[in-house]
C-alpha cells in the first residue's frame, strides 16, 4: 500500500507539501496541486487523517460542548456546525456536558487537553472562570454561542430585545391584557434566558404604560406540554383569561394553541399566540413568531473557528456579536375582540 512519502516521491515534493495540497489546507500552487493529486491517484493513495496530523500538527477535528442533543434548538446547532465542518474538510467531536461538576472536570481538564481538537465551541454554557481559563490555556481557537464569555468571541441573540419585540408586537395590535408563560426562574437556563424574556416583556409593557401585576407571568417547561399544561390553567378560567400570550419559545405557544382549541377558544379571535425561535412547526400551526436561525449560529461559530485555524492573524470580533432576531407574522395573533 503506497504511502505519503511515496506520493511525495513520485511529484518530486516534500510530505508537507502533499499534505496541504491533498488537505486544501495551505498554500500550494494550482500547478503543485494537480501533479500531488495526480501522483496520488496513480498510486491509489488516500489520505490518512493520522498521518496528516503528524505533519500538519492537527488533528482536523473540532469540539463542541453542548448541554443538550434532544432539543430542537440545540440540535439545530449542532446541524449547522457539522454542515459547516463537513464543507471545510473538518470532523466535530461532540461532548455532551451537564452541570454535574465530575463531569465538567472531565471534560474541561481532560477531554480537551489531550488535543484531540484543533478548535472549541461552546454551546450556551455559562462557564466559569476557572473553566475558560482552561480553555485559553490550550492555545486554540474557541468560539461561544448564547452569551458573552470573558475572552472567548462569542455570538447570540439578544433574548431581551426578542422578547420585547415579541411584546410589542402584540401591543401594536391593540392588546392590553397579556401574559407571558416563561421558563421557571427557579430553573435558570444558562445566562438566564428566562430572565431576560421576562425583562423584554416587562420593559415593553412599562413603555405602554401597561402596569404589571404577577399573576400576569406563569413559568413552565420548555416544551409542548409545559405550554399545554399552563394553557389549561390560564385558559381555563374566563375570569383571568388574556387577550394574549407571549410565550417564551414557540414550543410554549404551540402548547397554549393545543389548550385553546381544546377549551373551545378561537385563535386568535379570542386569544392571540407569539413565540420566540421559528420552529419547524410554526408554520403548521400559523404561529406568529421571533425568528433565530441557530443553524446560522452554528455556522457562523464555525468560521470563527476556522479562520483562525487558516488564515493568520484574522481574529474574530472581540464584542460579543448580537444576532438578528426578525418577527416573522401569521395567523397566531390579531387584533382583540374585546379591549379591558
Known amino acids: 500500500m503506497s504511502g505519503i512519502e511515496d506520493v511525495a516521491s513520485l511529484a518530486g515534493v516534500s510530505k508537507a507539501t502533499v499534505s496541504r495540497a491533498l488537505s486544501g489546507r495551505g498554500y500550494v500552487s494550482s500547478e503543485t496541486r494537480t501533479r500531488v493529486t495526480e501522483a496520488a491517484q496513480s498510486l491509489g493513495y488516500v489520505v490518512s487523517s493520522s498521518a496528516s496530523s503528524l505533519v500538519t500538527g492537527r488533528t482536523s477535528n473540532v469540539g463542541v460542548i453542548i448541554p443538550v442533543i434532544n432539543q430542537w434548538f440545540f440540535g439545530s446547532i449542532i446541524e449547522g456546525v457539522e454542515r459547516a465542518l463537513l464543507d471545510r474538510g473538518y470532523d466535530l467531536m461532540l461532548y455532551n456536558l451537564t452541570k454535574s461538576h465530575a463531569e465538567r472536570t472531565r471534560v474541561f481538564e481532560y477531554f480537551l487537553v489531550r488535543k484531540r481538537v484543533d478548535a472549541v465551541i461552546a454551546v450556551t454554557l455559562e462557564i466559569t472562570p476557572e473553566e475558560a481559563e482552561q480553555l485559553l490555556a490550550l492555545g486554540k481557537p474557541i468560539a461561544g454561542i448564547g452569551g458573552p464569555l470573558a475572552g472567548i468571541p462569542t455570538l447570540g441573540i439578544d433574548d431581551v430585545e426578542a422578547a420585547r419585540l415579541a411584546t410589542e408586537h402584540l401591543l401594536l395590535l391593540g392588546h392590553r391584557d397579556i401574559m407571558h408563560v416563561g421558563g421557571d426562574l427557579d430553573e435558570q437556563m444558562d445566562f438566564h434566558v428566562h430572565t431576560k424574556r421576562l425583562k423584554g416583556y416587562l420593559q415593553a409593557l412599562e413603555a405602554a404604560g401597561i402596569r404589571y401585576d404577577e399573576k400576569s407571568f406563569v413559568p413552565t417547561h420548555f416544551d409542548i406540554p409545559g405550554g399545554y399544561r399552563a394553557g389549561k390553567q390560564i385558559l381555563g378560567d374566563p375570569r383571568r383569561r388574556p387577550t394574549a400570550i ?86 397566531s395573533t390579531g387584533r382583540p375582540r374585546r379591549t379591558s
Open 246 to 331: 407571549f410565550a417564551a419559545a414557540d414550543e410554549v405557544a404551540i402548547g397554549i394553541i393545543l389548550a385553546a382549541r381544546e377549551l373551545g377558544l378561537s385563535v386568535p379571535e379570542d386569544l392571540s399566540v407569539i413565540g420566540i425561535d421559528n420552529h419547524p412547526l410554526a408554520e403548521m400551526f400559523g404561529l406568529t413568531s421571533i425568528e433565530q436561525r441557530p443553524d446560522e449560529q452554528g455556522e457562523l461559530a464555525v468560521d470563527w473557528v476556522i479562520r483562525q485555524l487558516e488564515e493568520p492573524g484574522w481574529m474574530p470580533p472581540t464584542e460579543h456579536a448580537y444576532l438578528p432576531a426578525t418577527l416573522i407574522i401569521r395567523s
